[in-house]
């Protein structure tokens, strides 16, 4: 047990890996932090504490590098190793209250390219959809580049079929953005929720809650094993789609950057290195 300042108190009593988890996530979430960063950065300062014997009055350098480097080991992404590091710079620099900054940095990050699936294989896809309420998921998905859980927390006030165009509301990091709605699909659209309250989900379930992630996602999985496409594809993969084929239509990246809610240009740029027409339009030297 030891004593450190903290949070205006001049003593505060850190004897317990619990004591620090909870204070940690009350700090979380009265600054606002997504419930999925939360549950991240509580999972990985729970294990860092084990590691270091909750040995935290201040942060031990070599300490934390060991424990990064046993999530190396372990074949941890570095997206993941990251995630691990930043949770432990939070809980010293806003609960710690330690004036000394953990100058360790963050893993290069892996640059895989994103699984793009082309549009003739796209309209496979939907065409092997019989159900309506899992062929319109998947079409608007792709048709407005949702995230799985943008799809999911559609509501139908969210739709403005005047001028084409969907509200996302407070997606990641808790952004909300204007995105396209398709033109082809506004009839089925509109058949589709006809009768229904203003705030209700797009996509309920049979239960009448809104579909889970794992729902939908199993609804694209199972499309593409009917449809045949083998492919490393997700869900995720119909807003890679989206904005690729885009790009290959001729639309201004910075129009995709502001669809898809990105805050750098430099992450819609990453579409340009998989743009088949693009590519198939260079000729080789040879």
Do not use: W
């Amino acid at each position: 047990m030891f004593k450190i300042p903290f949070r205006g108190l001049q003593i505060a009593k850190f004897d317990s890996i619990d004591f620090c988890v909870r204070e940690t996530e009350r700090e979380l979430k009265l600054r606002n932090y997504s419930p999925k960063t939360i549950k991240s950065y509580l999972l990985y300062l729970k294990d860092y504490l084990f590691f270091v014997k909750n040995n935290n009055k201040k942060p031990d350098i070599e300490a934390i590098k060991d424990f990064l480097l046993e999530k190396h080991d372990l074949k941890y992404s570095p997206q993941t190793v990251n995630l691990a590091l930043n949770s432990i710079k939070f809980f010293y620099r806003n609960i710690a209250g330690n004036p000394f900054p953990v100058r360790i940095k963050c893993s290069k990050r892996s640059m895989k390219l994103p699984v793009v699936i082309s549009k003739n294989n796209i309209l496979k896809l939907i065409d092997s959809i019989q159900n309506k309420r899992h062929r319109l998921l998947i079409s608007l998905s792709y048709g407005a580049g949702f995230r799985v859980s943008e799809a999911i927390k559609l509501k139908i006030k969210d739709l403005n079929f005047e001028e084409n165009i969907i509200y996302v509301r407070e997606s990641k990091g808790g952004k909300s953005r204007i995105t396209i709605l398709p033109e082809k699909l506004k009839t089925d659209l509109s058949d589709f929720i006809l009768g229904r309250d203003f705030n209700d989900y797009v996509f309920v379930s049979n239960r009448c809650g809104r579909l889970t992630t794992r729902t939908a996602q199993k609804i694209f999985s199972n499309a593409l094993l009917k449809t045949g496409v083998f492919c490393d594809a997700t869900f995720h993969s119909l807003r890679h789609s989206f904005a690729t084929h885009l790009l290959e239509n001729g639309t201004d990246i910075r129009y995709i950057q502001t669809l898809l809610g990105h805050q750098n240009i430099r992450t819609t740029q990453r579409y340009t290195q998989v743009s088949v027409s693009s590519i198939q339009n260079i000729k080789s030297p040879l």
